[in-house]
């Protein structure tokens, strides 16, 4: 069995007195789709934030493709999408790729994903002047220009219309399908069903169920399940 692309075991967190991540365990297998679900306040972006190696837990580890979350970006082996970025404010969609393009030695071609995303119709657009769903387009293809073995992906289709949704679905289906390894964290059950192969639900910073599609909803709805075992309390 190939070892899994991302292990964490039992890290916590805290911040303010607060516990953030609690003992939180869980992996992603290589060339699989996880889907990493939760309320708000659950720790998914912090997890995210823990694997990229932009906070460090007080207790626990985490491997990327066998090595430390510093060791596998050094490598140029982690792509992250984040949820929002003020850094790229006046730079313009390509201009943007091209330029991340030339940190990596065997870049995606730009023009190609450019197309795929659909970011040819405002390409000329500064980054700041964009609308929510064309700047996801545009960190999602910044995530992907690399080439990395496992990317991060934090709500990758929120604020797209549902064909533009529809459109990054496929296309991570088909990263799946040339072996590229995925987390992303989604409020969508139709998002976590229609592309994960695997599904682990947070809550409080900790795992409360995890499964396939098939097992976690062999008997209940994934919304019913997850409305079970979370509180929906971000406090």
């Given at each position: 069995?190939?070892a899994?692309?991302?292990?964490?075991?039992?890290?916590?967190?805290?911040?303010?007195?607060?516990?953030?991540?609690?003992?939180?365990?869980?992996?992603?297998?290589?060339?699989?789709?996880?889907?990493?679900?939760?309320?708000?306040g659950a720790?998914?972006?912090?997890?995210?934030?823990?694997?990229?190696?932009?906070l460090?837990?007080?207790s626990?580890?985490?491997r990327?493709?066998?090595?430390?979350?510093?060791?596998?970006?050094?490598?140029?082996?982690?792509?992250?999408?984040?949820?929002?970025?003020?850094?790229?404010?006046?730079?313009?969609p390509?201009?943007?790729?091209?330029?991340?393009?030339?940190?990596?030695?065997?870049?995606?071609?730009?023009?190609?994903?450019?197309?795929?995303?659909g970011?040819?119709?405002?390409?000329?657009?500064?980054?700041?002047?964009?609308?929510?769903?064309?700047?996801?387009?545009?960190?999602?293809?910044?995530?992907?220009?690399?080439?990395?073995?496992?990317?991060?992906?934090?709500?990758?289709?929120?604020?797209?219309?549902?064909?533009?949704?529809?459109?990054?679905?496929?296309?991570?289906?088909?990263?799946?399908?040339?072996?590229?390894?995925?987390?992303?964290?989604?409020?969508?059950?139709?998002?976590?069903?229609a592309?994960?192969?695997?599904?682990?639900?947070m809550?409080?910073?900790?795992?409360?169920?995890s499964?396939?599609?098939?097992?976690?909803?062999?008997?209940?709805?994934?919304?019913?399940?997850?409305?079970?075992?979370?509180?929906?309390?971000?406090?």
């Amino acid at each position: 069995m190939p070892a899994p692309a991302l292990e964490i075991d039992t890290i916590s967190l805290r911040r303010g007195g607060r516990a953030i991540l609690n003992e939180l365990s869980l992996s992603a297998a290589p060339g699989h789709i996880t889907a990493l679900l939760g309320p708000n306040g659950a720790g998914k972006t912090t997890t995210i934030r823990c694997c990229t190696g932009l906070l460090t837990p007080d207790s626990g580890t985490i491997r990327i493709l066998g090595s430390d979350p510093a060791t596998a970006a050094a490598r140029g082996e982690v792509g992250v999408m984040p949820q929002h970025t003020g850094a790229w404010s006046g730079i313009r969609p390509l201009e943007l790729l091209r330029y991340l393009a030339g940190l990596h030695a065997h870049p995606l071609p730009v023009a190609e994903l450019a197309t795929e995303l659909g970011l040819d119709g405002f390409s000329s657009t500064p980054y700041r002047r964009l609308s929510g769903g064309q700047q996801q387009l545009v960190n999602l293809a910044g995530a992907l220009i690399g080439r990395p073995a496992l990317v991060f992906l934090d709500e990758p289709s929120a604020g797209l219309d549902p064909h533009v949704r529809r459109r990054v679905w496929d296309l991570l289906r088909q990263l799946r399908e040339a072996g590229l390894s995925i987390l992303l964290t989604t409020h969508s059950m139709a998002e976590a069903e229609a592309l994960a192969d695997h599904v682990w639900i947070m809550d409080r910073g900790r795992v409360s169920a995890s499964g396939t599609i098939q097992e976690l909803t062999a008997t209940q709805s994934l919304e019913d399940l997850f409305l079970q075992v979370t509180s929906g309390d971000a406090s």
